[in-house]
């Protein structure tokens, strides 16, 4: 008669504990560095929180004073179980907050980034 409950409160404890990001510190420090065109090592990344469905929310803070806010979609647990290991996790979104060089338009030239055409025509160079 208790059985019942308690396979149903076993299973619904198994589907929760899937819903967390599946991606390592590693995975999320690399998919960072190409989004704010840093090198690994330069910035540090604090304040991660996790959404259900695998978004992860996190600040990006560089060497150089700038601050990112940033957020990526990771596999949970159940996504990759369901779907045999074949779901990716997403790049890494970030948004130059006030008084970053990136927000306000400098270029750091320390970073052995070059000015092209489409970044002249943003008026980042």
Known sequence: MYLRPITVLSTAVLLLSGCAATINQSGLEQRTAQAIGQPTGQFTISDRSEETGGRINYTVKTKDGGT????????????????????????????AMAGTPAASGQRNNNSGSTCNALLQAAGRC
Request: proline share 4%.
């Open 68 to 95: 990112y806010r940033c957020y990526m979609y990771s596999a949970t647990g159940f996504q990759k179980a369901m779907s045999f290991g074949q779901i990716p996790h997403s790049d890494a979104i970030c948004t």
